[in-house]
């Protein structure tokens, strides 16, 4: 029983360039979330799924694009990374929304130069 | 606006003594509240959910109190270890869309 697993680990990327971070879960959870973690600003939304298929904006979606085509997996997209987005990735899951505990990956290192 | 705040400032404790972090909110009539515990390089682990209802919830060591004419949540580490040390969140069910809205956290650090 893994949790949530978080792929890649770290990653460096040039401005502009494109990638997707994975994250995937094996406790059947219907809600997911992507959040960004930056000194002295905490945790930050950026995108959720009440289910598979579904997807919102959370608190900062902006430069982002997520899917949920499997119950399981939720992918974070940064179409044209730019500096600014040089965070710590944080996914999560649960089985309810705000009522039960979040779930978290250890995180993907992204920095972009 | 929403806010919620926990001491942005270092928390030293000495081995032994009780630990006790604030999380104040504004703006928010939370259902729920929860505790996590963050270690360096690692993400947030869950400790403790408490529920509007409920004013005090304990699990071994670790003891919250949710006060919700106050707006603010105590939560406490007795007998704290060095093992203790991390950063602390609190996390609000905030009543809107988005779940959870945490805090910046607290880092306690526990002297031995």
């Known amino acids: 029983n893994a949790g949530v697993t978080q792929t890649p680990k770290f990653r460096v990327l040039k401005t502009g360039q494109s990638m997707t971070l994975l994250c995937a879960q094996d406790m059947n959870h219907e809600y997911m979330y992507w959040y960004r973690q930056d000194p002295g600003m905490g945790l930050r939304l950026i995108h959720y799924s009440v289910g598979e298929g579904t997807t919102a904006k959370g608190e900062v979606p902006d430069g982002y694009n997520v899917s949920r085509l499997k119950k399981q997996n939720f992918l974070l997209g940064l179409e044209s990374a730019a500096p600014s987005q040089t965070s710590v990735y944080f996914c999560?899951?649960?089985?309810?929304?705000?009522?039960?505990?979040?779930?978290f990956g250890d995180g993907t290192r992204l920095s972009i130069l | 606006s929403q806010k919620i705040e926990q001491n942005s400032e270092a928390l030293n404790i000495q081995e032994g003594k009780t630990a006790t972090l604030t999380c104040n909110y504004t703006?928010?009539?939370?259902?729920?509240l929860q505790w996590y515990r963050q270690d360096p390089g690692r993400g947030p682990v869950f400790l403790l959910l408490i529920r509007e209802n409920e004013k005090e919830k304990r699990k071994e060591r670790l003891k919250v109190t949710f006060d919700t004419t106050l707006k603010q949540s105590l939560f406490h580490i007795t007998a704290s270890q060095p093992a203790d040390s991390a950063t602390y969140l609190c996390?609000?069910?905030?009543?809107?869309?988005?779940?959870?809205?945490f805090g910046k956290g607290t880092h306690l650090i526990i002297q031995p």
């Open positions: 996390a609000l069910e905030g009543g809107g869309a988005d779940g959870l809205t």
């Open positions: 999560a899951s649960s089985l309810g929304h705000g009522n039960q505990p979040q779930h």
């Open positions: 703006n928010y009539s939370p259902a729920y």
